[in-house]
């Protein structure tokens, strides 16, 4: 399973855009990298998932290069309520487990 | 919104007590998963389940036990709680065909005094 290197926290303000990096350099072939969102006392929630270039849902953005050893997630116009602790995750599909492991996260503090 | 819940939301007991943290999902999936965690740290698998009657144990060692007899239920019990399982336990439920989508439950915080 690829280790996950992200940084340990951030702060922004209200408005403006923020990019989480992720740095996963040995990844292997088939992992995909996933990103959740954490709020204090609560158990964690699926934003984002890719495997290379682009994706993009309602919620945020995921860019990954083609090397695929870095992932960043960005979030368009953060307001206070993203405060939260967000997760990279890197792991295969195999055999119908998925094995997730979770570091200790970016802790993102928006402000006004 | 997933439909999985968890009780007790918050327990605060006694050493030595058994207790068991209750689980239950409505979305019909096969897999789920317990996790522990800290304050401010990371989350841990103790326990997963493929489906009915399957359990193993995971990543971090756990003195907890778990039990699958119906798919929508996974309880997690501890025979006799210390000060060491003080912690938040978190679980999950994912689909069969996701890959990596995991629903999660309010959690349960867990006080062993």
């Known amino acids: 399973l690829a280790k996950t290197t992200q940084p340990i926290s951030m702060d922004s303000y209200e408005g403006q855009e923020v990019n989480i990096t992720c740095s996963h350099n040995?990844?292997?072939?088939?992992?995909?990298i996933t990103w959740y969102q954490q709020f204090p006392s609560q158990g964690p929630r699926f934003i984002i998932q890719g495997y290379k270039t682009k994706v993009t849902n309602e919620v945020a953005s995921l860019f990954i290069p083609a090397d695929r050893k870095s992932s960043t997630l960005s979030l368009p116009r953060v307001s206070l309520s993203d405060t939260a602790v967000y997760y990279c995750?890197?792991?295969?599909?195999?055999?119908?487990?998925?094995?997730?492991?979770f570091g200790a996260g970016t802790r993102l503090a928006v402000h006004p | 919104e997933a439909d999985i819940y968890q009780t007790p939301r918050y327990l605060v007991i006694g050493t030595g007590k058994k207790i068991t943290l209750e689980c239950s999902q409505t979305m019909g999936h096969d897999k789920m998963y317990w996790y522990q965690q800290d304050p401010g740290m990371e989350l841990h698998l103790i326990h997963y389940s493929y489906g009915v009657n399957s359990t193993e144990k995971g990543d971090l060692s756990s003195e907890s036990t778990v039990s699958r007899i119906r798919t929508e239920h996974f309880p997690l019990t501890l025979e006799s709680a210390r000060p060491s399982h003080t912690s938040q336990y978190l679980c999950?439920?994912?689909?069969?065909?996701?890959?990596?989508?995991?629903?999660f439950g309010p959690g349960t915080r867990l006080t062993v005094t």
């Open positions: 995750l890197v792991g295969t599909y195999s055999g119908g487990y998925n094995k997730l492991i």
């Open positions: 999950a439920s994912q689909s069969w065909d996701s890959a990596y989508e995991q629903y």
């Open positions: 040995n990844i292997a072939t088939n992992d995909y």
